[in-house]
């Protein structure tokens, strides 16, 4: 029996029944007509689609029948809204999603590398810069399929919602497909502003997206913390040492058998202020100095002495490493300008020279007003009336004194009075004007030098500044931040303690604890004269010295006896005079003679005071000798007394530069609001999604009475012309829309 069906595709979004066959129209259709006919029983293969007598007209794809199970549950079924949504724009959300996702994978990927090393990211077979085209490739293509769908898509959404030239309909087609068309589309939205400008915006900023991207990541050399393998290290390595010392044990005392020789004693007030009595016990016995020590004070005191070849022993496979702060035991130099304490003193000297016994011995009726009293120096000044200026500390007894006018010393080797510097060495602080209060000094040198203009015979010597300083050397405990760069260490002490702790240092005789006080803490007390044992001298690292030090809270450092009085005895040596007897100065007193340089006559100078005269800065000088004995003090230990470092190496590192991410982030961003509004849009107007689907194109194309007016145009040759005065609009023919003529632009 053959049957008649008729399909309607209605204008408002509804089924109709005919003949018991429900229809619907899932995407909301368009109002079209169409005639179904069947000769037989009906099935999905054997249906044909028929019009009217009238005309023929194809099935639109996207018009689908459902069955009557689907269009019982009715239009408002929120499920089938989300069914809608997926069948009309499964593509371009998916695209979006795939966009953002790519997006996300990048933004992790940089957020993990930025700052690392590239030998991190070399594990793997693919270079960082490959990945990241890759992700960007598939962010910007799958961004513009769905940008270029709704650009293509509002197309028809324009004309369906307003009526406007002919020439959009070209504009919105070619900004799908490209930047290009939307800058074309640009003069459309300057006339009729609209959202849609975002979607011109995105796609033509899809030109730089790529590459923008690519601008994200460069490689930098640079120098970095590593380890063998080239990352970063966790720990110090043992590639990179460094020496330090927490204890310094140097020469020793030798018992003899030789009887002891008697006791003595001298008397001094106790701090109570009661007269106590100080007994020496004087030990069969010497001091036998280590014979190392010597070297590291003569090197310091050389000319040719700098801090750069004063470093200590260090290791550094790659020639440039650093560590952590770390203590050592050290010897700390300080220097103060005491010429304030300087008193001026001027006179008139007078004296004979005369030869007396048989072998005619010159000796001097008495002394000069100088500073060098010496009788071979002064032969040319004998028996004359001179002016003296003397320049005088009377705190110390020190004091610079010359006779007045030029030089004296021609050069040539003959009697030469003048005096460059005097120098007084100190070893009790309480004779000191700087240090009374330290604890730890080993020695102090106060100096008085004459300007170099005197030297020079720029100047009188009544018109020449002088000037008076103090230095000193001390135990101390040292905090070092320390670096190697390409081979050349660089060290910074950053912390200092110089306070001996309490208790240390004391004497095996109980009785000896009041005249250490009373002597001023001095070290300067002589075993073989009769000084009893002591314990080591020690400093610590205090408690409160800070958070950034706190590992290095209560480190303790010692200095045995012996090592003090070695040191003692060579510097005692090497600022004796060489005529000097054996009682040329009162150690325990810290009392020494005044020592005077160039020293010219019958006798020399100290060895040590050539060093000291002939430097330019003797502030600089001291600075030099106290780095040389920390490096003898801290070399001369050796495994257990290094410090692991990190090794610095020169590596490629990976760095983002994220002010390139403000294009690409943009662009999707606007890219995703641009494709949002385009598919709510669509769905509001409940207008089939279309997008670039061309057979759509031939079939809602333009109306009888538009194509009249575009065949007369291009045998005109007016054809974009005319697309531009003619204003047009979605409109019904014959139950289908096409795009329709509606008047002309004035």
């Known amino acids: 029996m053959e049957e008649t069906r008729r399909l309607v595709f209605p204008c408002t979004n509804r089924a109709e029944h005919t003949e ?27 249906q044909q689609f028929k019009t009217s007598s009238q005309d023929t007209l194809p099935v639109v794809e996207s018009q689908v029948l459902i069955s009557n199970s689907a269009a019982k549950t009715g239009g408002t079924n929120p499920f089938r809204r ?326 004296r010393c021609d050069g040539r080797g003959g009697p030469c009075p003048d005096t460059y510097m005097t120098a007084k060495l100190a070893t009790n602080p309480g004779r000191t004007l700087s240090f009374t209060n330290y604890t730890t000094m080993i020695l102090a040198l106060q100096m008085i030098e004459a300007d170099n203009t005197w030297k020079k015979n720029k100047t009188l010597w009544e018109d020449t500044k002088v000037r008076a300083q103090e230095c000193s050397l001390s135990f101390c405990a040292n905090v070092y931040e320390s670096t190697v760069n390409d081979g050349i260490l660089n060290e910074t002490v950053i912390s200092s303690w110089t306070e001996r702790t309490p208790g240390t240092f004391a004497s095996s005789n109980k009785n000896d604890s009041d005249y250490t006080v009373h002597a001023n803490f001095t070290l300067d007390f002589d075993f073989e004269d009769g000084d009893a044992e002591r314990s080591n001298l020690q400093i610590h690292i205090p408690k409160d010295a800070g958070v950034q030090l706190s590992k290095l809270h209560g480190q303790t450092f010692s200095i045995t006896q012996s090592a003090i009085n070695s040191m003692l005895e060579i510097f005692k040596e090497g600022f004796k005079r060489p005529q000097a007897s054996e009682d040329d100065s009162d150690s325990t007193n810290g009392e020494f003679p005044v020592l005077i340089y160039p020293s010219r006559g019958t006798s020399d100078p100290p060895s040590f005071m050539f060093g000291l005269g002939e430097s330019e800065d003797p502030s600089a000088l001291f600075e030099n000798l106290a780095l040389s004995l920390s490096k003898w003090v801290r070399d001369r230990h050796s495994d257990n007394s290094t410090v692991n470092g990190y090794v610095i190496r020169t590596m490629v590192v990976i760095r983002v530069h994220w002010v390139y991410l403000t294009l690409p982030a943009v662009t999707l961003l606007t890219g ?75």
Not at 709 to 732: C, D, P
Request: with cysteine; net charge neutral.
């Open 20 to 46: 018991g066959t429900d229809v619907y129209d899932l995407q909301g259709s368009l109002p079209t007509t169409a005639l179904i006919q069947s000769t037989r029983p009906e099935t999905p293969s054997s």
């Open 82 to 407: 989300v069914i809608d949504l997926g069948d009309s724009w499964w593509l371009e959300i998916s695209a979006l999603i795939c966009s953002l996702v790519s997006c996300g994978c990048l933004l992790i990927l940089l957020f993990r590398f930025n700052n690392c090393l590239l030998t991190e990211w070399n594990e793997s077979k693919v270079s960082i810069n490959t990945v990241i085209s890759i992700l960007a490739g598939i962010s910007r293509s799958s961004l513009a399929l769905a940008i270029s769908a709704c650009l293509a898509q509002y197309k028809w959404n324009w004309f369906n919602k307003f009526e406007q030239p002919l020439v959009d309909f070209d504009r919105f087609d070619a900004a799908s497909r490209g930047p290009y068309g939307s800058c074309r589309l640009m003069k459309t939205i300057v006339r009729r502003p609209h959202w849609i400008a975002l979607g011109a915006f995105a796609t033509i900023f899809l030109i730089g997206y790529e590459p923008f991207v690519q601008a994200l990541i460069s490689l930098e050399d640079g120098l970095y913390l590593t380890s063998g393998n080239g990352r970063a290290d966790q720990a110090p390595s043992g590639n990179a040492t460094i020496r330090r010392s927490s204890m310094l044990d140097a020469g020793a005392y030798m018992k003899t058998e030789v009887v002891a020789r008697p006791k003595t004693s001298f008397f001094y007030n106790a701090t109570n202020g009661d007269p106590k009595i100080f007994w020496r016990y004087p030990l069969g016995g010497f001091l036998r100095v280590e014979f190392g020590m010597r070297a590291p004070i003569w090197s310091g005191l050389s000319e040719i002495a700098s801090p750069s070849n004063l470093w200590p022993v260090f290791t550094c496979a790659s020639g440039n490493c650093s560590w952590d702060p770390f203590s050592s035991l050290a010897i700390c130099s300080r220097c103060e300008d005491i010429s304030g304490h300087l008193q001026n003193k001027s006179g008139f000297t007078r004296f004979e020279i005369t030869a007396h016994g048989s072998h005619s011995v010159q000796m001097m009726d008495h002394p000069p007003a100088v500073s060098n009293q010496d009788t071979g120096a002064n032969l040319n000044m004998s028996g004359k009336r001179h002016a003296f200026t003397k320049h005088e500390i009377p705190a110390i007894g020190l004091n610079l004194s010359n006779y007045n006018g030029m030089p």
């Open 672 to 746: 995703l609001v641009f494709v949002a509004l385009s598919i709510a849009d669509t769905r509001a107007m409940k207008f089939p999604a279309w997008k670039t689907d061309a057979l759509v194109s031939l079939i809602h194309g333009s109306d009888k009475a538009l194509n009249e007016k575009l065949n007369m145009a291009v045998i005109e040759n007016k054809f974009h012309e005319t697309a531009q005065l003619l204003k047009v609009s979605l409109r019904h023919e014959d139950g289908i829309q096409k795009i329709g003529l509606k008047n002309e632009i004035d």
